[in-house]
């Protein structure tokens, strides 16, 4: 009987064994999959656009953590290609985010439009502060469950005017744009021309309201009492009517009714939109 006794105990014995080593391991185990790092979602919404001052507007963003949306050329997709200022996003859903392009970005205001890649990336490394690593994955593009990077290709378009060269005065003292698109309510000014062939940025020799939209031979005045020269260049401008009062109040150094611009000149600032999309003029008859 002792002997059985003695049995028992030592089955008993590595029973208990068993019991606490298996508690050990679910212990281990639940404080593994506490240590998973969930893996950052997004969703994106953002439709072709024609934009104002160099800003791509986002529709729609959701995105389960902290993120970053960047713009990128189409075609170049590294993490140095970025046209755009990284705009931090916290966890949640966001609409109309503006996301400002910078000087790198390809806005050669073709006809056609420009194509441009929005995308997302989770803000892993110092909150707020974009420092993406390839090598340590901070800050990486977010992907989808099929492992592709979350972007939208979009196509943008800036306001435009186009107006024939050498062309004739109307009867009432106007210029005819053969077409118009504006992408806000704005202005069309229009400018005389230096000694040197530039435009005259001290010389208003016309101004007219129009509305947002397309628009077919749009016509614009000139100052009352202007007398325009057969063979002179008029240069035109688009600016914006902000704040929006269809009133005219454009200063040099001020904030209100600036002019609206679409890609970058040479010294990379805002380039002005005039005639056929560039700050170049036409001549009269």
């Known amino acids: 009987m002792k002997n059985v006794r003695n049995m028992h105990s030592r089955i008993l014995f590595y029973l208990s064994m068993v019991v606490l080593m298996g508690g050990f391991t679910g212990c281990s185990n639940d404080d593994d999959v506490g240590d998973v790092t969930p893996q950052p979602t997004a969703t994106l919404t953002v439709q072709d656009q024609n934009i104002s001052q160099n800003r791509v507007i986002i529709q729609n963003i959701t995105v389960g953590q902290d993120s970053w949306i960047m713009v990128r050329n189409s075609g170049q997709l590294n993490a140095t290609d970025i046209v755009s200022d990284p705009v931090f996003i916290e966890a949640g859903t966001h609409t109309n985010v503006p996301v400002p392009l910078t000087n790198t970005a390809n806005l050669a205001g073709d006809a056609a ?15 707020g502060t974009y420092d993406y690593n390839e090598q340590s994955g901070t800050n990486s593009p977010i992907r989808n469950s099929s492992g592709a990077n979350i972007a939208e290709t979009i196509t943008v378009r800036g306001s435009s005017l186009s107006a024939a060269d050498n062309q004739a005065v109307t009867a009432n003292n106007e210029v005819t744009f053969s077409s118009v698109n504006m992408v806000n309510n704005g202005w069309i000014a229009l400018y005389g021309q230096n000694e040197d062939g530039t435009v005259n940025e001290d010389d208003l020799i016309g101004i007219q309201y129009v509305e947002a939209g397309e628009h077919e031979n749009f016509l614009v005045p000139f100052n009352e009492g202007y007398e325009f020269q057969a063979g002179s260049t008029v240069y035109p401008r688009v600016y914006m009517d902000d704040p929006n009062d269809q009133e005219f109040t454009f200063v040099d150094g001020g904030d209100e009714d600036l002019p609206d611009t679409y890609g970058f000149d040479a010294a990379g600032q805002g380039r002005f939109i005039g005639n056929t999309s560039t700050t170049g003029g036409f001549t009269l008859q």
């Open 113 to 127: 439009g420009d194509e441009l890649v929005v995308m997302v990336h989770a803000d892993t490394g110092t909150r």
